[in-house]
């Protein structure tokens, strides 16, 4: 095993055998009859099942060997690819097999540690199938991390697990929707500073992608021979359904509304869910602008969101115009509590001068208030993070000008640093 990056050998004795795996428990923190009766049951009739439904099949996984280990650290279980493909200097730690290993139960932190362990099964095990199908059955390169990292996040969420963690999780993803969805890296120190925001953004953009279009898309993801953004596009327009910047704006309003169509997550996250936060504090007083440079500018990296909120008072017509690149998605989101109508999306269109205009109440009479959703694209072809930052400029205004109260002025930021640490 592997414990805080270094390789050990350990005793462990056999506890449980199911008709998918075998279970050893390592050192003495010891794992009663019942418990691993229960664990190989969850494992057999639910966890591996859901899971090749949702990620594929691979050649020869018929069983796999779970390994309950006491690490040392906060791990919570990993999958080592060296057990099926050693690599140079490594080849003396391998275990030949299909392993993964998970933090013994008696050191799993919540009040329901079973819930742990089994939810960090179904996280590897989603890691095992990809690398099994993708690096030794096609030959393919393999997923890149952070869409592995979602895909895991969302075979914990396809097996009805949702632990304090994963609330953590979608809790810094929400208050930083401008967080790069590509950047995630392995390395201890980004996860240790990085974690939460990293794993929710990629989780949630996975969970909403698999609750649009099922399991038979998330198994050609793993399939095919492109990773990260540029497999999804490709399974995308495979199947007719758009492309993937699509799919990424789409998911911005997604992120507002979580509705039961086109803009949410399909059940998927139950009861869970929280909304963006805005880049400004709501904006009520204008006019109002904000500034092409400097800390309080409005500046997305790319495969990044921002969200902007308006809200005019009843008989007081606004508008908002916004200057950005081709590079940036615009949607505008109106809403109104209780209104028949409910909400109405409309996706906006640059001029040739790159300028957008909203008048609040133009598409939704009667309506107040609207949500401006930004999705700053980057480029497939490019790597991970490719692409330049996109800055957007917004100026709003009554169209009768005797209701400003003031001169243009920009509302104060209340935006933390934009690396969330939980």
């Known amino acids: 095993m592997v414990d805080n990056g270094v390789y050990k050998r350990i005793a462990c004795d056999q506890v449980a055998v199911g008709t998918r795996a075998t279970v050893f428990n390592c050192g003495q923190s010891q794992l009663a009859p019942r418990e691993a009766e229960v664990l190989i049951h969850a494992f057999d009739k639910r966890i591996f099942p859901t899971d090749i439904q949702d990620f594929g099949a691979p050649r020869g996984l018929h069983a796999v060997t779970i390994v309950m280990a006491p690490f040392s650290g906060t791990t919570f279980g990993y999958f080592n690819e060296s057990d099926l493909a050693p690599a140079p200097g490594v080849a ?16 799993m932190p919540d009040p329901n540690r079973m819930a742990d362990v089994q939810e960090a099964l179904a996280h590897e095990l989603q890691h095992l199938i990809d690398f099994r199908i993708r690096v030794l059955d096609r030959g393919v390169a393999p997923q890149q991390v952070w869409l592995n990292e979602g895909l895991s996040f969302y075979a914990q969420l396809a097996n009805g697990f949702w632990t304090p963690r994963d609330q953590l999780r979608l809790e810094a993803a929400a208050s930083d929707p401008g967080w790069p969805l590509t950047s995630m890296t392995e390395s201890a120190e980004f996860l240790r500073q990085f974690g939460p925001v990293s794993y929710g953004r990629a989780g949630m953009f996975v969970a909403y992608l698999a609750g649009q279009y099922g399991p038979r898309f998330t198994r050609d993801l793993v399939r095919n021979r492109q990773s990260g953004m540029r497999g999804i596009d490709a399974v995308l327009r495979r199947e007719k359904r ?36 805005s880049t400004y504090p709501t904006v009520t007083s204008f006019p109002f602008e904000t500034p092409a440079t400097g800390h309080d500018a409005v500046v997305l990296q790319p495969w990044t969101q921002g969200y902007m909120r308006f809200s005019a008072p009843p008989g007081l017509p606004v508008t908002i115009q916004m200057s950005a690149p081709s590079s940036v998605r615009l949607a505008a989101v109106f809403s109104t509590p209780g209104a028949p109508l409910g909400n109405t999306v409309r996706w906006l269109k640059h001029d040739q001068n790159h300028g957008v205009t909203v008048h609040i109440g133009s598409y939704a009479p009667g309506r107040g208030s609207v949500t401006i959703a930004m999705s700053a694209i980057g480029n497939l072809q490019t790597g991970l993070t490719g692409g330049r930052a996109a800055t957007i400029q917004f100026r709003a205004a009554s169209i009768y000008p005797r209701h400003d109260k003031g001169m243009s002025r920009t509302t104060p930021s209340t935006r933390p640093n934009a690396n969330i640490v939980i």
């Open 92 to 107: 003396a730690h391998s275990n030949h097999g299909n392993f993964l290993y998970v933090r013994s139960l008696v050191s």
């Open 242 to 277: 758009g492309t993937c910047v699509d799919a990424f704006a789409h998911w911005s309003v997604a992120q507002v509304l979580n509705d039961a169509g086109l803009y949410g997550y399909r059940g998927i996250l139950r009861n869970h869910f929280v909304s963006p936060r």
